[in-house]
């Protein structure tokens, strides 16, 4: 016979379990938001623990596990990337591109623990960790001499590439803020001008055209006649900013430029990547070792790592269906957000959001953004708040 005492104790234990869980995964994910943009580390540790926690929670609790319905095309491109890596040349090798995949959980981790307010508490965590990110940069530049192509500023993480791809995001989150937020609205003014120094200072070209895009939406949904600033910030840019960083945000306009051939180059190498074989590509992280059969006699660079454009990248690595999923994905979310945008309680997280696509999509026609862990993360973050925060009125 069970005592009542015993079955009283499970029961007053159960709700603080559940609390206590609720409350690590939480802090957690706001410790990937922040991590993140100083080391993939420690953020994905705590992406780990977030995991756990929600593991424990559907375990334990026995709750059952809730995606909003834009992740679907995720799950599809994951399905599709897992059949292009059977018929890889090189499975082992295709087969590390497949651990990536694991990141499309903070899509529904974060839907599950960053519920309500935590997803404005959440933005602010972003941008007050990438205010002190672009600080970092700004101190390379300035005082480490981190000022050139040889030597670009990376804040505390590994490549310019990745760094420039997270401020880039930022910079349409604060603006955001500034734009359509209620709080808050002083410390994202004053963090905007230090993101839109230090991209430049990086000599990204596609972080500043994909940061350029988020700004020019975010103007154009707030009030199209903001769109005035734009011309006078680009004076203010070609007066102030060192001849180096105007002279490289002129050069991707010269296609001469060896870079921007070589990217030109790629198209031409890519499009028969994708003929031959159209339906599973020619196997996730084969660009590289494939380059030498498909490279054009007139190619800067005798081998590269990936095409420098996500649409075509997907295309020839993962096949035709894959970049399907991955088009479904994007518009279904714009789709989605945009509906949210009639909200007047959701529109401040759905500019957000759709700002971050926006500047990927604009950055990814350079660079192959959607295949850096860093940016994905923070990304996926971004895309699924305005869902957390509005759970079970928009799927």
Same mark, same amino acid.
Request: glycine share 6%; charged share 15%; net charge positive.
């Given at each position: 016979?069970?005592?009542?005492?015993?079955?009283?104790?499970?029961?007053?234990?159960?709700? %603080?379990?559940?609390?206590?869980?609720?409350?690590?995964?939480?802090?957690?994910?706001?410790?990937?938001?922040?991590?993140?943009?100083?080391?993939?580390? /420690?953020?994905?540790?705590?992406?780990?623990?977030?995991?756990?926690?929600? /593991?424990?929670?559907?375990?334990?609790?026995?709750?059952?596990?809730?995606?909003?319905?834009?992740?679907?095309?995720?799950?599809?491109?994951?399905?599709?990337?897992?059949?292009?890596?059977?018929?890889?040349?090189?499975?082992?090798?295709?087969?590390?591109?497949?651990?990536?995949?694991?990141?499309?959980?903070?899509?529904?981790?974060?839907?599950?623990?960053?519920?309500? *307010?935590?997803?404005?508490?959440?933005?602010?965590? /972003?941008?007050?960790?990438?205010?002190?990110?672009?600080?970092?940069?700004?101190?390379?530049?300035?005082?480490?001499?981190?000022?050139?192509?040889?030597?670009?500023?990376?804040?505390?993480?590994?490549?310019?590439?990745?760094?420039?791809?997270?401020?880039?995001?930022? /910079?349409?989150?604060?603006?955001?803020?500034?734009?359509?937020?209620?709080?808050? %609205?002083?410390?994202?003014?004053?963090?905007?001008?230090?993101?839109?120094?230090?991209?430049?200072?990086?000599?990204?070209?596609?972080?500043?055209?994909?940061?350029?895009?988020?700004?020019?939406?975010?103007?154009?949904?707030?009030?199209?006649?903001?769109?005035?600033?734009?011309?006078?910030?680009?004076?203010?840019?070609?007066?102030?900013?060192?001849?180096?960083?105007?002279?490289?945000?002129?050069?991707?306009?010269?296609?001469?430029?060896?870079?921007?051939?070589?990217?030109?180059?790629?198209?031409?190498?890519?499009?028969?990547?994708?003929?031959?074989?159209?339906?599973?590509?020619?196997?996730?992280?084969?660009?590289?070792?494939?380059?030498?059969?498909?490279?054009?006699?007139?190619?800067?660079?005798?081998?590269?790592?990936?095409?420098?454009?996500?649409?075509?990248?997907?295309?020839?690595? %993962?096949?035709?269906?894959?970049?399907?999923?991955?088009?479904?994905?994007?518009?279904?979310?714009?789709?989605?957000? *945009?509906?949210?945008?009639?909200?007047?309680?959701?529109?401040?997280?759905?500019?957000?959001?759709?700002?971050?696509?926006? *500047?990927?999509?604009?950055?990814?026609?350079?660079?192959?953004?959607?295949?850096?862990?860093?940016?994905?993360?923070?990304?996926?973050?971004?895309?699924?708040?305005?869902?957390?925060?509005?759970?079970?009125?928009?799927?």
């Amino acid at each position: 016979m069970i005592h009542p005492m015993t079955v009283f104790t499970e029961a007053t234990a159960m709700p %603080r379990r559940r609390a206590a869980l609720e409350q690590a995964g939480l802090l957690a994910l706001f410790g990937v938001a922040g991590a993140l943009q100083f080391s993939i580390a /420690i953020a994905q540790s705590l992406l780990a623990v977030a995991v756990v926690c929600w /593991i424990a929670l559907i375990v334990i609790d026995r709750e059952s596990v809730e995606i909003p319905s834009f992740a679907w095309p995720l799950v599809a491109y994951a399905v599709l990337t897992l059949i292009s890596t059977a018929f890889s040349p090189e499975p082992r090798t295709s087969l590390m591109a497949c651990k990536q995949m694991v990141l499309f959980l903070i899509v529904p981790l974060v839907y599950r623990f960053v519920r309500g *307010s935590n997803a404005q508490t959440m933005v602010t965590v /972003i941008v007050s960790f990438a205010a002190a990110a672009a600080a970092v940069g700004i101190f390379q530049f300035g005082v480490l001499h981190y000022d050139n192509l040889g030597q670009r500023p990376t804040g505390t993480l590994g490549h310019y590439m990745t760094y420039s791809g997270l401020l880039m995001l930022v /910079i349409g989150t604060a603006l955001a803020r500034i734009l359509f937020g209620e709080r808050d %609205r002083l410390w994202a003014a004053l963090v905007v001008p230090a993101l839109a120094v230090t991209i430049p200072l990086t000599f990204s070209r596609s972080a500043e055209v994909g940061a350029s895009a988020a700004v020019a939406l975010l103007l154009l949904l707030k009030d199209k006649r903001l769109l005035a600033i734009l011309p006078v910030v680009a004076l203010v840019f070609f007066v102030a900013a060192p001849a180096r960083i105007t002279d490289r945000f002129e050069s991707m306009f010269n296609l001469k430029d060896p870079t921007v051939a070589d990217r030109l180059v790629m198209l031409r190498e890519g499009v028969p990547m994708v003929k031959d074989h159209p339906w599973v590509g020619i196997g996730p992280n084969m660009v590289q070792p494939l380059y030498a059969k498909y490279r054009v006699p007139d190619a800067e660079n005798q081998v590269n790592p990936h095409l420098h454009n996500v649409p075509l990248q997907i295309a020839a690595e %993962r096949g035709l269906p894959a970049l399907a999923a991955w088009l479904w994905f994007v518009v279904g979310l714009i789709v989605a957000l *945009s509906k949210m945008l009639r909200d007047r309680n959701q529109k401040l997280l759905a500019a957000t959001a759709l700002a971050a696509v926006v *500047s990927m999509l604009a950055a990814g026609m350079f660079e192959y953004n959607f295949g850096d862990s860093e940016f994905l993360m923070l990304f996926l973050i971004l895309v699924t708040l305005p869902f957390a925060a509005a759970r079970g009125k928009y799927a």
